[in-house]
Antibody, heavy 121, light 112 residues
Framework: EVQLVQSGAEVKKPGESLKISCKGS????????IGWVRQMPGKGLEWMGI????????RYSPSFQGQVTISADKSISTAYLQWSSLKASDTAMYYC??????????????WGQGTMVTVSS | QSALTQPPSASGSPGQSVTISCTGT?????????VSWYQQHPGKAPKLMIY???KRPSGVPDRFSGSKSGNTASLTVSGLQAEDEADYYC????????????FGGGTMLAVL
């Protein structure tokens, strides 16, 4: 079964660092892009950035450039989203998703279950 | 880059049809036939429903259809069912010079 499994919920304090993960299985992880999406409580979906796992080429949405770091370790089929200094406004659900390369444009066909990040003092 | 524009809500009775619009610009929706639609139930991850404007992935009912005219794409749900009540988001490819994909703000579909 093709799937993305994300790490569990996190509760952190402002200023702390955090790295959440997204592990792929059931397909060739290194030949796909993985995207990260933020969903703040009660709000819509926002693209944060995407990474091509094969060579770690990364693109960030302008709103998130410099705010987060996206990386991947192809040896363990895992992509990461990390913060160096969390803010309360980072409280959100974060999803990873696989870009299906058979479809034109940027189409994301497999999604992780989401990781809830809560930042509170 | 601005997000794509969707109506915040839409509604219909069981068995009826409802259409959700997604308006972009001549640089994204109007230029590329690369519009996708995602369905999201409360507390769940998004699910791909339509890609490349009008194509359905395997397993998506043919009650869901997509189209495009000019800078506006549309998702039509025919024969509404209770389980269709969800949020729907459109996305469009926006070219390689920018961050390549945009989201719409989402439309909450209510089945009355």
């Amino acid at each position: 079964e093709v799937q993305l499994v994300q790490s569990g919920a996190e509760v952190k304090k402002p200023g702390e660092s955090l790295k959440i993960s997204c592990k792929g299985s059931g397909y060739s992880f290194t030949t796909y892009w993985i995207g990260w999406v933020r969903q703040m409580p009660g709000k819509g979906l926002e693209w944060m950035g995407i990474i091509y796992v094969g060579d770690s080429e990364t693109r960030y949405s302008p709103s998130f450039q410099g705010q987060v770091t996206i990386s991947a370790d192809k040896s363990i089929s895992t992509a990461y989203l990390q913060w160096s200094s969390l803010k309360a406004s980072d409280t959100a659900m974060y999803y990873c998703a696989r870009r299906e390369v058979r479809y034109s444009g940027y189409v994301f066909d497999i999604w992780g279950q989401g990781t809830m990040v809560t930042v509170s003092s | 880059q601005s997000a794509l524009t969707q109506p915040p809500s839409a509604s219909g009775s069981p068995g009826q049809s409802v259409t959700i619009s997604c308006t972009g610009t001549s640089s994204d929706v109007g230029y590329y036939n690369y519009v996708s639609w995602y369905q999201q139930h409360p507390g769940k991850a998004p699910k791909l429903m339509i890609y490349e404007v009008s194509k359905r992935p395997s397993g998506v009912p043919d009650r869901f259809s997509g189209s495009k005219s000019g800078n506006t794409a549309s998702l039509t749900v025919s024969g509404l069912q209770a389980e269709d009540e969800a949020d729907y988001y459109c996305t469009s490819y926006a070219g390689s010079n920018n961050f390549p994909v945009l989201f719409g703000g989402g439309t909450m579909l209510a089945v009355l």
